[in-house]
């Protein structure tokens, strides 16, 4: 079995049998390759195409310099299915894609490798809301829950004892990183249109992603602090979330830049509460 690299680019084009030219592969090329199998099979017979958009240490929104599918480049791959589609029929036009793989490793725990825990838990709410954006996309998996443990039968002080993946919420023994509350209230504010005095409007956007699907009557408060001061005070109305998996966004005004966060009040009595993490937004 032949086990060198190829990139997703290529390797999606290659098994729809269509050529660089994007065109369907004929005569010897297309023998090579066993394209007579969708003829003798059919064209590919599935409900969503599955994709790991890794992007290491890059940020969401940035596109990739070599060939490759990530989040700063995701529509491109349902535009080629469909290219692909259109050419060759060897699958369906429109196929909805599953990102059935996605994290970022943190560097603590692992030495060598991985991007600070702060910086993970905005790279997941920020790719959380490219993915909100894109409506050919209809899920996405965190990977992992908690970090693997490292390969105990190497020298600790190696690369090979890393190895295993941290890209966990959790670490290896259970405690929680700052990933851990932000993907269960993600919150993203980005400022909108300057004001010329040093504020402006800043939207919002967010999930009540720990709630169960289809909750009713939920509301959360947008807090904002100045930059420079210590105080949060709410900003706006509460802001009804109707969505049945808990999105809700806003548009709001500020006369500074400053901080932004996301409370969450629930029945009880005492009321239990959920706080997003801070979100800073400068004008």
């Known amino acids: 079995t032949d086990r060198s690299g190829m990139s ?33 099979l059919g064209p ?30 995701i529509s491109a791959l349902g535009q080629a299915l469909d290219r692909y589609a259109n050419a060759t029929k060897n699958i369906a036009s429109g196929m909805p894609v599953l990102l059935s793989e ?32 894109n409506p050919r996309i209809f899920g996405n ?20 004892y890393w190895f295993t993946y941290q890209s966990g919420l959790f670490d290896a023994v259970g405690q929680p990183k700052p990933a851990a509350s932000a993907y269960a209230l993600p919150l993203v504010a980005s400022a909108g249109t300057p004001d010329g005095l040093g504020g402006g409007t800043v939207n919002v956007w967010g999930q009540l992603r720990f709630r169960p699907n289809g909750t009713q ?10 930059q420079g001061a210590t105080d949060w005070e709410n900003n706006g109305d509460p802001i009804p979330v109707t969505n049945g998996v808990g999105y ?14 996301a409370v969450w009040t629930g029945p009880g009595d005492p009321p239990s509460s959920f706080m997003s993490r801070e979100v800073m937004v400068q004008f």
Do not use: W
């Open 8 to 40: 997703p680019v290529e390797f999606i084009r290659e098994m729809m049998c269509v050529a660089p030219n994007g065109k369907r592969y004929k005569g010897k090329q297309a023998t090579a390759r066993k394209c007579d199998m969708f003829k003798k």
């Open 44 to 73: 590919i017979k599935a409900s969503a195409f599955a994709h790991h958009p890794y992007s290491r240490g890059a940020a969401p929104n940035e596109v990739p310099t070599t060939s490759g599918y990530t989040l700063g480049n």
């Open 102 to 133: 996605l994290g970022y490793e943190t560097k603590p725990p692992d030495p060598y490798a991985g991007i600070a825990p702060d910086l993970q838990a905005q790279y997941l709410n920020e790719g959380d809301f490219i993915l909100y954006k």
């Open 141 to 160: 998996s965190q990977f992992l829950l908690r970090d693997a443990e490292p390969v105990k039968s190497e020298d600790p002080s190696s690369r090979r």
């Open 217 to 226: 009557g939920d509301t959360v408060q947008v807090q904002f602090r100045p």
């Open 248 to 261: 809700f966004t806003a548009g709001l005004t500020v006369p500074v830049s400053g901080a932004f966060r």
